[in-house]
Every structure is written in C-alpha cells, then in structure tokens.
C-alpha cells in the first residue's frame, strides 16, 4: 500500500516560473535555467512511491534537492507541477490540492517532521515539548501526559521528562524530537538530517535505535541523507538525487552492484560491500545446487548431505554417513556459540555476518526463506566471487 506518491513533480523557486518549466521541458539544465531566468529548479520530474511501513531515503550531495522534495510531502514547498499525495483516514489525498484547513489536519494527524537542528522550545520541559502537538490538537492534560509517558519512555528518556532541552545532550536531544513525533501518532514521518549534528558514536547509536523503534512501530519514514552509509544502513529503499532528479532508486544492493550512472558508480565506490550486499546477493540459488536421490549434496564427493522435507526446508544432515547437527541462526546476529555440523540462517543475512560464520564450519551456510525453505548455499566460492565481482 502506497503512503506517499510523487506524480512527476517540479519545484522552482522564483518568479519566472513558467519560463523556467519551459526551458526544463527543452532539456535545459538547472545551471542554464537559472542563468536564463534566475529561477532555481528545486525538483524535477520526481516520480517516487514510499510505501507503508517502508523507510525511503533521499540522498545526494548538498544542493542536490533532497529537503526539497520531502518538504512537498507536508506543503512546506509548494508544487510547480505534478502531484503529491499522502495516505490520509485510509485515502490517497492530494497535497497540492489541499485548503489550508485540510492541509493542516494532515499535519496535525498524518504528517510529523524531525528536524535537524531539533526544534526544541527551550522554555518548555521535555515533556511539555513532546506534548506539544498534542496541546495544539486540544487534547486533555490527562491524556497528553498519558501518551506523552509513553512515548519517553519509548525512547529511554522517562527520567528526563521535567528536564528542559539546555540539560540533555544532542543526542538526547534528537530523542526528544523523535518523542514528539511518535507522540502525535502520525502515519507518515518525515526527517530531515535529523542525526547529521551528531558526533558520529551517537550518531550511529541514534541510527540503531530508529531501526529498532521501526522494527515495534512500522511506521512509513521519508529520511534525507547525505551520508551514503548511513542510507544504506537504514533505508529499506535509497532514491539517489543529482541537480533536483533522481537518477537512481533501488535496494541498498541494487544500488550497490548495479550503478545507474557514472555519478552514483562514484558515490558507492568506497562502500564497504560487507555491511550492504546479504545473503541473496551471493549464493548459489536453490534451483542450481547438487541434489541426489532427495538430499542437497554440500560438497563435490557427496559425503555431506542435507535431507528436506516435502516443502524443502532442511530437516537433517549427514557427514561422512554419520548423522551429524543442524544449527539455526535467528535474526541478523553473529554470535553462534552451540557446536553443530551445518549452520543454518536466513537469507537476509549480511555478508559480514555470513563471513563470521563461516569461520565456524568447513561447509556451506545454508540459507533459508521467511517460511524457512531452502533459498541457496554460501561457502567460500560464493564469498570470494562476490568481493571479486564488486572489485572489479
């Protein structure tokens, strides 16, 4: 399900607007246009769906048009062309179209925004600066303070709540505006830079806890970057802009091992393809392994053998005709203490995590699906092939 759409957007900032689109329509470049007309071309033919519950990310270098276009999603910038729309009481609505009273009822109930610099009225509590948007919406101090509770204590700040914003640190800072963006119960979440002001230890804690906070919530986040690890760390999907257009938009992966462009090639090439790539990217598929007489063989001889069941989830192994262990790893973790013969995991294990693991056994990690079905095989081959192919 769609939360946000973007239906080949423009921004222009200025006042020759029309002869601005014009000349975009002639193929001219931003630098042109504004040197012909003296109008800023913020967007252009922005075509994106962020779907419900998915994190998207932005990015691009300054000036690329990444806070631009997420600042249309709540009408802080207005559309020169195309459309906007937001899931609003289970509806597409047009943003674009919106009066001020409608457009203010999205921000109040569907749209919050984390801003970079927090925002924090520094006259006001923590609490009463996460119960903000509730004061406005008129709610009951009861039941502010009720949500607002909950909320702080979502974010590890309960202790904190009668602190005013001078005695936390940024870090905790960013948590309080993180706060009273779950507080108000919006939908859709829009967050400029939020942790870019950050030290980079903090920075990369807040990234951890945003995830984990996604992982309870699942909320539908539209997240600006110019930080190509940290996209590829949290964004379920990464836009990447240059000059006001998006010039590519995939997985972390896609992006990764199928540059769209000389530009982007140049942005992922010093990407660490271990913290990216996983387990789907490297093996060999299900549909391409050795099998015999019902079993998957797990090495050239077929002395090691992996029995599946009738939907071909692994149910056994043998070694050396002895009946040898299987181990299952739950999760993204690497830590694999309990001895087994062959290791078992999913198949959205990162490659790093796939490396420490098979360190612990002379055979193939096997990967499984969602429903636990055997997806492929991981051993060396796999994990040399894949760091040559992207070194290439």
């Not at 012909?36 to 913020?42: D, H, K, L, P």
């Not at 056994?316 to 009946?323: F, L, S, Y």
């Not at 995991?345 to 790093?352: F, M, R, S, T, W």
């Not at 420490?356 to 990690?365: E, M, V």
């Amino acid at each position: 399900m769609v939360a946000i759409q973007f239906d080949k957007v423009d921004i222009v900032f200025g006042e020759r607007r029309k002869q601005a689109l014009a000349l975009l329509d002639q193929g001219k470049t931003r630098d042109e246009i504004l040197a012909e007309t003296g109008a800023v071309i913020g967007a252009a033919g922005i075509d994106l769906a962020v779907e419900r519950g998915e994190i998207c990310v932005l990015m691009g270098l300054s000036g690329s048009g990444k806070s631009t276009v997420l600042r249309a999603v709540n009408g802080l910038n207005p559309v020169a062309r195309g459309g906007v729309s937001v899931r609003h009481d289970g509806a597409p609505v047009e943003v674009t179209d919106c009066d001020a009273d409608r457009l203010r009822e999205i921000r109040m109930r569907t749209v919050s925004m984390v801003f970079q610099q927090f925002g924090l009225l520094p006259w006001r509590t923590v609490r009463e600066n996460v119960g903000f948007g509730l004061e406005i919406r008129g709610m009951k101090a009861a039941e502010r303070r009720r949500i607002v509770d909950e909320k702080l204590a979502m974010v590890g700040l309960a202790q904190w709540a009668d602190k005013h914003a001078h005695e936390l640190s940024g870090g905790m800072q960013q948590r309080v505006g993180l706060a009273r963006a779950f507080a108000t119960d919006a939908d859709i979440l829009l967050m400029d830079e939020p942790f870019s002001a950050l030290d980079p230890l903090i920075r990369d804690k807040m990234q951890d806890e945003l995830l984990e906070l996604q992982r309870r919530i699942q909320k539908t986040i539209l997240f600006v970057s110019h930080d190509l690890d940290e996209a590829m760390k949290i964004g379920n999907k990464i836009a990447i802009m240059e000059a006001g257009r998006i010039v590519q938009c995939g997985t972390a992966e896609d992006i990764l091992l199928r540059p769209a462009t000389p530009y982007v090639a140049e942005f992922v090439k010093h990407t660490n393809p271990l913290n990216v790539l996983r387990g789907h990217s490297v093996m060999t598929p299900a549909c391409s392994v050795r099998r015999d007489d019902g079993t998957v063989l797990l090495d050239r001889d077929g002395l090691v053998r992996m029995r599946v069941d009738a939907g071909d989830r692994p149910v056994g192994v043998e070694v050396n005709g002895r009946e040898g262990s299987l181990g299952r790893v739950n999760g993204n973790a690497g830590a694999f203490d309990t001895p087994c013969d062959i290791i078992v995991a999913p198949v959205e294990l990162k490659l790093a995590t796939t490396i420490a693991l098979k360190r612990k056994t002379d055979h193939p990690i096997i990967f499984v699906d969602a429903e636990g079905k055997l997806a492929g095989l991981c051993g060396d081959d796999e994990i040399y092939g894949s760091l040559l192919r992207r070194s290439a």
